[in-house]
């Protein structure tokens, strides 16, 4: 059954969209299921600070939230300015950047903080060519901690695909350790999530 929530992301999402085709990567806004798996990084104790790449409708961000302990600091990166604008409204517990994941640290820097505990991924690597994705993953790498953990989802019927191995390629060189999930069936389309730190 939709929940409300879900239902009122959904008329926000298509409009994103058909506004830019080109960074709006899914069908469907990323089901509970999907979102409850990679949230599973954030810290539930002590005051970590959580980052959001593409945080889109907020599915993901309600997740997160969930998990965050009350003295956490959770900052959502979203490059189109009325997605940014829904999330002020509809999660006014987290702290929104309007920006590009590209410049990262710059963002993250400016917001005045220095510790990232856990990096959690929405955005749609397929659509990125390789020297975007090669930068993003060095801005991720570059903001987070020692002990960070970063998250992030593929689609499983994709995982075959040039681009998607590419892909996971890319995260081997920029991580020691990458775990993939189970399949999160539950989700359109069935994806997995792919868990990584450095040691």
């Known amino acids: 059954m939709t929940t409300p929530s879900r239902a009122l992301r959904l008329p926000v999402f ?9 960074t709006v990567g899914a069908v469907a806004p990323s089901s509970p299921s999907l979102c409850r798996v990679l949230a599973e990084i954030v810290p539930s104790t002590g005051a970590p600070t959580v980052v959001e790449l593409g945080a889109g409708t907020g599915a993901v961000s309600t997740a997160i939230q969930k998990r965050m ?3 956490g600091r959770h900052l959502a990166v979203e490059i ?3 997605l940014a604008s829904h999330l002020r409204e509809s999660h006014p517990g987290m702290q929104v950047l309007h920006g590009d994941a590209a410049d990262l640290h ?15 991924s929405g955005l749609p690597w397929s659509l990125f060519g390789e020297p975007l994705q090669r930068r993003i993953l060095r801005e991720v790498c ?3 901690s020692k002990d960070a953990v970063f998250s992030t989802f593929a689609y499983r019927h994709a995982t075959g695909l040039a681009g ?14 990458v775990v993939p999930s189970h ?10 999530v792919y868990v990584c730190r450095n040691h």
């Open 14 to 22: 298509v409009a994103a969209a058909l506004r830019r085709p080109g």
């Open 69 to 71: 302990p009350a003295d």
């Open 80 to 82: 189109d300015a009325e």
């Open 106 to 120: 710059t963002l993250i820097t400016e917001a005045g903080a220095e510790t990232v505990n856990a990096v959690v």
């Open 142 to 144: 570059r903001t987070m």
């Open 164 to 177: 998607a191995r590419r892909f996971r390629t890319l995260l081997d060189d920029h991580f020691d350790e």
């Open 183 to 192: 399949t999160v069936w539950r989700n359109l389309p069935p994806a997995l």
